[in-house]
């Protein structure tokens, strides 16, 4: 029986040289294999008692949507600068040349909510430390941040120290 590594494909040199991509989609489209990964994350995460799951755009989405109906929790989506139509908040973070910002409705969450976030790979922390960022400043109180994926050598943890953190898998 093939187990989730199994099914996570490597693409060298993507998107660009010297990069060894982890692959999710081959295990996305294996029904008892995604079934697989999100039972698993819900067995790590249900005991955090979110009442929110946040999912960090675009892939963290996939696994946060599911999880958060399994966990019987809202979801709320971190989206890129510009791509939600009602008042946000913010929170720019760095990237290896330059930077980004993410982005979440100012309603999304109430103070005091207990929340979770959500995202495919933890590689250096970055979104998902804007993404806690934005949950703080409306209120909200971060319990877990879980992933499928963790890049041990790129040391994303370093990035949210004081968090629980969930990874299904390390490389």
Known sequence: MATLADLIRDIPDFPKEGILFKDITTLLHDAAAFRQAIDEL???CRPYGATKVVGIESRGF??????????????????????????????????EYGTNTVEMHRDAIDPGERVLIVDDLLATGGTCRASIDLVEQLGGVVVGCAFLIELTFLDGRAALPGYEIQALLSY
């Open 42 to 44: 819900e067995a790590r």
């Open 62 to 95: 996939i696994f946060a949507a599911p999880l958060a109906d399994r966990l019987g929790a809202g979801f709320v989506p971190a989206r890129k600068l510009g791509r939600l139509p009602a008042e946000t908040v913010r929170a720019e973070y760095a990237l």
